[in-house]
């Protein structure tokens, strides 16, 4: 699951790059942003309510035993919320598109991209430092990957740059 949601936030980001406006492209990120955020706002009611969605084993069925997995086949805490962040940050880039007005702010931008390469940063902390705390935030459910948290780390810093990129065209 997670792997799948890399792609779809890959797709997002070549798509912000692109800095086309045709409509079937904006169709795209509106449906790859629904779908990144139905998954993990369903995986995080279910972990917390102790509920299966069945999606878990859809792609590939993670062992019982994995080291530091709660619920096989569930992402990190973590990595459902960085997740979640793409996809708002997807639906932002689609209302300032949309929005004629040339004072609509990039802030959406630079808060997402800083807080999931918060998130992942502080996973890597983690993993170099040896302080399984940072994570693995919540005892008994998923620790965050190290790839994952690399991967997290890089799309913040590309949000950022999106956003700096849209600042500087709405200026000139």
């Known amino acids: 699951i997670t792997a799948v949601c890399f792609l779809f936030s890959g797709i997002i980001l070549f798509i912000f790059a692109l800095k086309n406006k045709y409509e079937i492209l904006e169709i795209l990120i509106l449906t790859l942003c629904f779908l990144l955020l139905l998954l993990m706002i369903s995986f995080l009611f279910s972990l917390f309510f102790g509920i299966s969605t069945g999606i878990e084993s859809l792609f590939v069925k993670?062992?019982?035993?994995?080291?530091?997995?709660s619920v096989p086949g569930v992402p990190a805490v973590p990595t459902m919320l960085c997740f979640i962040l793409i996809g708002l940050a997807g639906?932002?880039?689609?209302?300032?598109?949309n929005?004629?007005?040339?004072?609509?702010?990039?802030?959406?931008f630079y808060i997402l991209g800083i807080l999931i390469a918060l998130i992942g940063g502080i996973a890597l902390l983690g993993y170099g430092f040896n302080v399984s705390q940072l994570y693995y935030l919540f005892p008994?459910?998923?620790?965050?990957a190290f790839?994952?948290?690399?991967l997290f780390v890089l799309i913040g810093i590309s949000l950022i740059l999106v956003g700096k990129e849209n600042k500087m065209e709405k200026i000139e």
């Open 62 to 69: 993670d062992d019982i035993n994995a080291i530091k997995t």
């Open 91 to 97: 639906l932002f880039y689609l209302g300032n598109n």
């Open 99 to 108: 929005n004629n007005n040339n004072n609509n702010p990039i802030r959406p």
């Open 140 to 144: 008994g459910f998923t620790a965050m």
């Open 147 to 150: 790839p994952t948290a690399l």
